[in-house]
């Protein structure tokens, strides 16, 4: 029985991108294709400490590479879990769940499809850059039908019924004229032991009359001595685990011994992937048992805010007879846990030392890395330690909350920030003009998540942590310019708090403002303006909006003029238009938009127009 099957759209237009591009490293297929099986072996491997019936019958696990030089084919099998046809149609013919429209716009966006191809799941499809058609040949474990797999890559493919004594999965490329070396031994051997070296199965170069050869060392590269392995080899492990091929920015490889022990090789990627931010987002951690690969899946064995991090874990504690959901909630998982973020943060200190090298990490990783102060109560000073922050001392170095510290004056008992959209917004902030003359530094942050790590992070070291608004410090500066009457004051703040009553809940006088001639300010305790705006950008109900606080300068000319003007009805109506423009300066200031943006505008120009 055959069924013909046209590919999805978004398929179609990955085979097209990767059928018509041009690639320095053909090579990738082969790699990806190794590990395809090294997966579909792992998956039977841990299905069959179960199903005892589903082990292999002789020998153990293997893969096995058959060139063919005459024929100009070359043969890719494994005796792993194998696949239906079911299997065939959802792994191979669709690949939605890959992202295949995010790696099509990526492509056209990065122009490197080498870097992409394994990040998106697509690495099967790397078979086409050197193949004019491509046979699958697969029978799935604990089932009696095999499935043959046919397609040139270009319009669709076809299902056929199949013979095929043993499970597992034969993948046999047709290899175009410019790709022929791929039918090479030699070429062949080279490639594997160069890329593949660290699979843990034995990868079989089978030469037809001259026997079998066992090409790499088809050992766990995690349970190896250190001082075996090589960069190369630790490299080329990495981008087998991340299906990427940049090198990382670092890798961590320890034994750990003691209460429970297990084996853990570690990697900070040098670029962060394109779904750091997705909700659902997997894991990047494998966990072993013995060298049994268990799951992919665990959640909670590294905590969400270093999700970054991908690599292996390796434990002869954990019980390999219970299922993955009882796994997950085993006490040792908790221990082991501990145990690697301590390693990680440990390592992450050592690596401060270089702040350019440091900071190609946090540019990368640090809006995730951050979260672990809001969410890991045991490791959030340490965490906080190890972020880096804007800050008004210098426009251009990132701080950290010690070198803060070793900055604070004398009398200085807290840790000020500021949050907001931008950086350069917030340096204009009026609300910092008063700490810029005293020489009191502020953190400038920028990222949603800095407004809840502030609230649960009160305190570092012996310094509170406190929003500028709720600054408790003498912030009053000697001054003797002229100030506004006291009487002629309380008429314009009365003035405007009836004036603006549908969106300011008090107007006040501010001995902290000191260009500016206003400032948005909030209640104390209250939620910040930006937390605000960004909870109603996300559509999220803010049924407890803050009493927003319009600050006057009585020391700004402006506002003297105004508070002189403000009594004679004559120029209420003009002492009104001045008074919105400058509630919508303080608005544009705080980030936020004007009320009227006609208005201002046209306010604006009017006014310009007249100094002129």
Request: charged content about 30%; proline content about 2%.
């Given at each position: 029985?055959?069924?013909?099957?046209?590919f999805?759209?978004?398929?179609?237009?990955?085979?097209?991108?990767?059928?018509?591009?041009?690639?320095?490293?053909?090579?990738?297929?082969?790699?990806?294709?190794?590990?395809?099986?090294?997966?579909?072996?792992?998956?039977?491997?841990?299905?069959s400490?179960?199903n005892?019936?589903?082990?292999?019958k002789?020998g153990?696990?293997?893969?096995?590479?058959?060139?063919?030089?005459?024929e100009?084919?070359?043969?890719?099998?494994?005796?792993?879990?194998?696949?239906?046809k079911?299997?065939?149609?959802?792994?191979?013919?669709?690949?939605?769940?890959?992202?295949?429209?995010?790696?099509v716009?990526?492509?056209?966006?990065?122009?490197?499809?080498?870097d992409?191809?394994?990040?998106?799941?697509?690495?099967?499809?790397?078979?086409?850059?050197?193949?004019?058609?491509?046979?699958?040949?697969?029978?799935?474990?604990?089932?009696?039908?095999a499935?043959?797999?046919?397609?040139?890559?270009?319009?669709?493919?076809?299902?056929?019924d199949?013979?095929?004594?043993?499970?597992?999965?034969?993948?046999?490329?047709?290899?175009?004229?410019?790709?022929k070396?791929?039918?090479?031994?030699?070429y062949?051997?080279?490639?594997?032991?160069?890329?593949?070296d660290?699979?843990?199965?034995?990868?079989?170069?089978?030469?037809g009359?001259?026997?079998?050869?066992?090409?790499?060392?088809?050992?766990?590269?995690?349970?190896?001595?250190?001082?075996?392995?090589?960069?190369?080899?630790?490299?080329?492990?990495?981008?087998?685990?991340?299906?990427?091929?940049?090198d990382?920015?670092l890798?961590?490889h320890?034994?750990?011994?003691?209460?429970?022990?297990?084996?853990?090789?570690?990697?900070?990627p040098?670029?962060?992937p394109?779904?750091?931010?997705?909700?659902d987002?997997?894991?990047?951690?494998?966990l072993?048992?013995?060298?049994?690969?268990?799951?992919?899946?665990?959640?909670?064995l590294?905590?969400?805010?270093?999700?970054?991090?991908k690599?292996?874990?390796?434990?002869?504690d954990?019980?390999?007879?219970?299922?993955?959901?009882?796994?997950q909630?085993?006490?040792l998982?908790?221990?082991?846990?501990?145990?690697?973020?301590?390693?990680?943060?440990?390592?992450?200190?050592?690596?401060?030392?270089?702040?350019?090298?440091?900071?190609?990490?946090w540019?990368?990783?640090?809006?995730?890395?951050?979260?672990?102060?809001?969410?890991d109560?045991?490791?959030?000073?340490?965490?906080?330690?190890?972020?880096?922050?804007?800050?008004?001392?210098d426009?251009?170095?990132?701080t950290?909350?010690?070198?803060?510290?070793?900055?604070?004056?004398e009398?200085?008992?807290?840790?000020?920030?500021?949050?907001?959209?931008?950086?350069?917004?917030?340096?204009?902030?009026?609300?910092?003009?008063?700490?810029?003359?005293?020489?009191?530094e502020?953190?400038?942050?920028?990222?949603?998540?800095?407004?809840?790590?502030t609230?649960?992070?009160?305190?570092?070291?012996?310094?509170?942590?406190?929003?500028?608004?709720?600054?408790?410090?003498?912030?009053?500066?000697?001054?003797n310019?002229?100030?506004?009457?006291?009487?002629?004051?309380?008429?314009?703040?009365?003035?405007?708090?009836?004036?603006?009553?549908?969106?300011?809940?008090?107007?006040?006088?501010?001995?902290?403002?000191t260009?500016?001639?206003?400032?948005l300010?909030?209640?104390n305790?209250?939620?910040?303006?930006?937390?605000?705006?960004?909870?109603?950008?996300?559509?999220?109900?803010t049924?407890?909006?803050?009493?927003?606080?319009?600050?006057?300068?009585?020391?700004?000319?402006?506002?003297?003029?105004?508070s002189?003007?403000?009594?004679?009805?004559?120029?209420?109506?003009e002492?009104?238009?001045?008074?919105?423009?400058?509630?919508?300066?303080?608005?544009?200031?705080?980030?936020?938009?004007?009320?009227?943006?006609?208005?201002?505008?046209?306010?604006?120009?009017?006014?310009i127009?007249?100094?002129?």
């Open positions: 029985m055959s069924e013909k099957i046209e999805q759209t978004e398929v179609a237009k990955l085979l097209d991108i990767v059928v018509n591009s041009l690639y320095s490293e053909k090579y990738i297929f082969l790699r990806e294709l190794i590990s395809n099986a090294s997966d579909a072996c792992d998956k039977l491997k841990y299905w400490l179960m005892k019936e589903v082990a292999p002789s153990g696990f293997k893969i096995v590479i058959t060139p063919d030089e005459k100009k084919t070359l043969t890719i099998s494994d005796n792993g879990i194998g696949m239906n079911e299997d065939l149609i959802n792994h191979i013919g669709t690949i939605a769940k890959s992202g295949t429209a995010d790696f716009k990526n492509v056209k966006d990065n122009g490197s499809i080498v992409l191809i394994g990040q998106f799941g697509v690495g099967f499809y790397s078979a086409f850059m050197v193949a004019k058609k491509v046979e699958i040949t697969t029978k799935k474990a604990g089932e009696k039908k499935y043959l797999w046919v397609s040139d890559g270009l319009d669709g493919y076809e299902i056929i199949a013979k095929k004594q043993s499970n597992g999965t034969d993948i046999k490329l047709f290899l175009k004229d410019d790709a070396d791929f039918a090479d031994s030699i062949l051997r080279h490639i594997i032991r160069t890329y593949s660290h699979v843990e199965y034995p990868i079989v170069l089978n030469l009359k001259a026997g079998e050869e066992t090409v790499n060392t088809a050992s766990a590269l995690w349970t190896r001595n250190k001082g075996e392995i090589t960069d190369e080899q630790y490299k080329e492990f990495y981008r087998h685990l991340s299906k990427n091929m940049d990382p920015w890798t961590l320890f034994k750990a011994e003691g209460s429970i022990e297990y084996n853990a090789l570690l990697y900070i040098s670029t962060a394109y779904d750091l931010f997705q909700p987002r997997q894991q990047n951690l494998k072993y048992v013995n060298k049994v690969f268990i799951s992919d899946k665990i959640e909670g590294m905590p969400a805010y270093l999700r970054f991090v690599g292996v874990i390796d434990s002869s954990l019980p390999l007879n219970i299922s993955r959901e009882m796994l909630q085993n006490a998982l908790s221990k082991i846990r501990q145990g690697v973020v301590s390693r990680i943060l440990k390592e992450l200190k050592k690596r401060t030392k270089d702040y350019d090298d440091y900071l190609k990490f540019n990368a990783f640090g809006i995730a890395f951050k979260e672990g102060i809001y969410e109560f045991s490791n959030r000073e340490e965490v906080a330690s190890l972020s880096l922050f804007a800050s008004t001392n426009k251009l170095r990132l950290t909350l010690d070198e803060y510290i070793s900055r604070a004056k009398d200085q008992k807290a840790i000020y920030y500021i949050t907001g959209d931008d950086v350069s917004t917030l340096r204009h902030n009026p609300q910092l003009e008063a700490f810029k003359e005293k020489g009191i502020v953190l400038l942050l920028t990222h949603p998540i800095d407004e809840f790590w609230q649960v992070l009160t305190s570092y070291k012996t310094f509170a942590v406190k929003h500028i608004s709720t600054a408790d410090i003498n912030l009053k500066i000697e001054r310019e002229k100030k506004a009457d006291e009487g002629d004051l309380k008429k314009l703040t009365d003035f405007m708090a009836e004036l603006f009553k549908s969106e300011v809940g008090k107007v006040e006088i501010s001995e902290k403002l260009k500016s001639p206003a400032a300010n909030v209640e305790g209250q939620m910040s303006i930006h937390l605000e705006r960004l909870m109603r950008n996300h559509q999220q109900q049924a407890f909006a803050s009493t927003r606080i319009l600050e006057l300068n009585p020391y700004h000319p402006l506002i003297i003029k105004l002189e003007m403000v009594s004679n009805d004559e120029k209420k109506n002492v009104a238009d001045v008074s919105r423009l400058i509630l919508d300066q303080a608005k544009i200031a705080e980030g936020e938009t004007v009320s009227d943006a006609a208005f201002f505008s046209e306010k604006l120009s009017q006014y127009l007249q100094s002129l």
